[in-house]
């Protein structure tokens, strides 16, 4: 299979194009000059120059492939509108340079969980269920999905939505956490019980990898088809996170102390203007404690392993013991 990579120079984008050519397939990742290409070239990774903000070059990336995986997106933003420019906006242009060939490629979309929503402490989140994203984030995420859906009628597309994903090469998740657990104290937004869905990297690139495969693709008859959420199929407490990582690291489960949700959002305000002042971009803001408050971030894998024979492979003690070798290795 001839695969056309978006994102490819990212945490999930690295991992994903050692897996491509593993398994023997042809590798071109969208780049812009200004991309980082060591890792890819030694690959033997093709590149095609591409911006998925002014729609330069997409035309020619997508020309002679056969499947186009879509990871490229905004995590972190100082304004709403930088979130829609790269999730909905980016992916729009994607996808119309895609409708426009006489013969278009499949095209698996990897979008979130936050463009879902939350759950429900009693239930995991399910694909059928109508999306109702809390974050600035989670509603570009969804305007990403929506911009597919409406050319999904010539472009045969798949959406996945994962939930947290950790693994080597995360910069932001266990990277903001790691400072508590080294303290022994983790801080928690809100009083109430946390739950939360999480995937490896790996495992989610397995995911990705099935849909392009033989993923079942869009249909406006049935908003749920060719929608997957995808996890390591557990759920996790918080306090069982945190615990996790402790013992990874060979510590003590630190103590948790629950914050307001009211302190978390002037916290997150504050980081933003501290990041101002640096000019960088914060991992935590007020957009990200929206979805923070929530009392439930988890998803069911059912539909994945029923169509795509996703099974997870990697737990979390697991995982997040490679993930710490890693950074090990790498010196951090």
């Not at 009211?262 to 203007?273: D, R």
């Not at 990697?314 to 090990?328: F, K």
């Amino acid at each position: 299979m001839r695969i056309l990579l978006t994102g490819g120079t990212g945490f999930i984008g690295k991992r994903l194009a050692r897996r491509i050519v593993e398994r023997g397939d042809g590798l071109t990742v969208l780049v812009r000059a200004s991309s980082r290409r060591d890792s890819l070239e030694a690959l033997g990774a093709r590149f095609a120059p591409g911006d998925l903000t002014t729609g330069e070059g997409l035309t020619e990336a997508v020309r002679d492939v056969d499947c186009v995986i879509h990871l490229a997106g905004v995590t972190k933003a100082r304004e709403p509108s930088g979130y829609f420019e790269g999730n909905a906006n980016g992916t729009r242009r994607l996808v119309e340079a895609m409708a426009a060939l006489p013969h278009p490629p499949r095209l698996v979309h990897c979008s979130s969980l936050a463009a879902a929503g939350p759950s429900t402490p009693e239930r995991p989140r399910r694909e059928e269920d109508p999306p109702a994203p809390v974050s600035t984030y989670g509603r570009s995420k969804l305007g990403g999905e929506e911009a597919v859906r409406e050319f999904a009628g010539k472009v045969p597309s798949v959406i996945v939505r994962p939930p947290i994903v950790y693994g080597p090469g995360d910069t932001e998740f266990l990277p903001s956490i790691l400072p508590m657990a080294r303290l022994g104290l983790a801080l928690k937004s809100g009083f109430g019980p946390k739950r939360y869905s999480l995937i490896h990297v790996d495992d989610l690139n397995t995911a990705l990898l099935a849909a392009a495969d033989q993923g079942v693709t869009l249909d406006a008859s049935d908003p749920a088809r060719g929608v997957y959420t995808v996890s390591d199929g557990q759920e996790y407490a918080w306090e069982d996170v945190c615990a996790a990582l402790a013992e990874a690291m060979g510590r003590r489960r630190p103590a948790v102390l629950p914050v307001p949700d009211s302190v978390s959002y002037v916290v997150g305000l504050g980081s933003e203007a501290v990041a101002r002042l640096r000019g960088t971009i914060p991992i935590l803001n007020r957009d990200k404690v929206r979805e923070m408050s929530c009392a439930s971030w988890t998803c069911t894998t059912e539909r994945a392993a029923r169509e795509l024979g996703f099974v997870p492979a990697i737990a979390l003690p697991q995982g997040l013991a490679g993930t710490l070798a890693s950074y090990d290795a790498r010196g951090n």
